[in-house]
């Protein structure tokens, strides 16, 4: 009998924390793991939006790694490529990617992610990524006047990007709430927030929405109650509604009941899909109630390893039982903002944001998690 095959869609946080903990725990005579992603390399989303706006060729080095040091002891195989579609069953199935390569597997892991807009929404093509980053760096150098729509942690921490540039620069964010950010995180915390920003000169329109956000150069805009922005001249959409889940082709395999009306997989305490005991799933694209962030999508690649360990040695597997709530906003290289939502809710400051993630953009950490 040959080697079982476990296969990792996706070679994102969630993914390479998967790969790294099989590759450790499972006998290479018996299983192999596989990772499958369109891209050769996993990208540092966190240092992207500088990366973005600098084009710095060193940061560029340190945020594109490839896959060849994740697997511990060389126990595992990268194969690129996009699926395009799969098949199940109790005993397992076959992932069929775009180019026609069919990989069986024992077990599947589905951690593909999700789209995003503005800087971080890279094409799954190496020259798509070159160009996506060009683009978007002579619009933000040509524009005098940027508007930025959706006010979460990337129009946030994109804002401060710029103004550390270009400080001559116009910059506005325009957001659909009152408050920037969302409800997870209190109001106290969302004001001050929004205060750091206001402190460099950025500009914010709360409660309003831009009836057409996509990417594109203007001559002033409308937002859709009629305030008028007249001076703009680049329009940037970054993100209004969320990430949007990577999961048509699991529809399409497993029916539209297997994901949530947002398009997110539905998934057991165990991080299983709720129908079937050899597929998990994890990271952005899963139906769990927290904020989408790559700590907690590593958190959910450890935690399927070990119960994909678990399911093979026929032992009880564990629970996800989630973290507290926590969020570093970085406000340029020497400035930010962070809360933890423990005790009586903890907010820190520019030190902290700048001793642990405005300067560094946790690069160290991702290098590491790469085998690097």
């Known amino acids: 009998m040959g080697k079982q095959n476990i296969v990792i869609i996706g070679g994102g946080s969630a993914g390479v924390a998967a790969a790294k903990t099989l590759s450790k725990a499972l006998d290479p005579s018996k299983y192999q793991v596989i990772v499958i992603n369109p891209l050769p390399y996993r990208i540092w989303l966190i240092a992207t939006l500088r990366l973005a706006v600098t084009q710095d060729e060193a940061l560029k080095n340190d945020i594109f790694l490839p896959y060849d040091k994740v697997f511990v002891n060389g126990n595992g195989k990268f194969v690129q490529g996009k699926v395009a579609s799969f098949t199940h069953s109790k005993e397992g199935g076959i992932v069929t990617l775009e180019s026609g390569e ?36 002579s619009k933000v150098s040509k524009a005098q006047d940027i508007v930025l729509v959706g006010g979460g942690a990337v129009g946030m921490e994109l804002a401060g990007e710029i103004k550390d540039v270009w400080p001559e620069k116009k910059v506005t ?44 150069e203007v001559q002033g805009i409308t937002t859709a109650s009629g305030k008028e922005l007249k001076g703009a001249d680049l329009i940037t959409q970054i993100q209004t509604r969320g990430p949007r889940p990577n999961t048509t082709f699991v529809s399409e395999a497993l029916g539209e009941s297997s994901l949530t009306s947002l398009g997110l997989i539905r998934v057991r305490p165990t991080l299983q899909l709720a129908d079937y005991d050899n597929i998990f799933a994890a990271g952005d694209a899963i139906d769990w109630k927290e904020q989408k962030q790559s700590a907690k999508a590593s958190l959910h690649g450890d935690l399927v390893a070990k119960n994909i360990v678990a399911l093979l040695s026929q032992k009880p597997l564990k629970p996800y039982k989630g973290m507290f709530e926590m969020i570093c906003l970085t406000n340029g290289k020497d400035s930010g903002i962070a809360y933890f939502d423990v005790l009586w809710g903890i907010t820190l400051g520019a030190w902290f944001a700048r001793m642990v993630k405005s300067r560094s953009l946790l690069v160290s950490l991702y290098k590491g998690s790469q085998g690097y």
Do not use: C
Request: proline residues 8%; charged residues 25%.
């Open 102 to 137: 069919k990989i069986d597997y024992h077990i599947l892991l589905l951690s593909q992610g999700a789209t995003w807009n503005g800087p971080p929404a890279f094409p799954s093509t190496e020259d798509g990524v070159k160009d996506h980053l060009n683009n978007f760096h």
């Open 173 to 216: 964010i325009v957001h659909g709430d009152k408050l920037l950010l969302n409800p997870s995180y209190p109001d106290k915390f969302r004001r001050a927030a929004a205060d750091s920003l206001t402190a460099r000169g950025i500009n914010l329109v709360l409660d309003e929405f831009i009836n057409d956000p996509e990417t594109r």
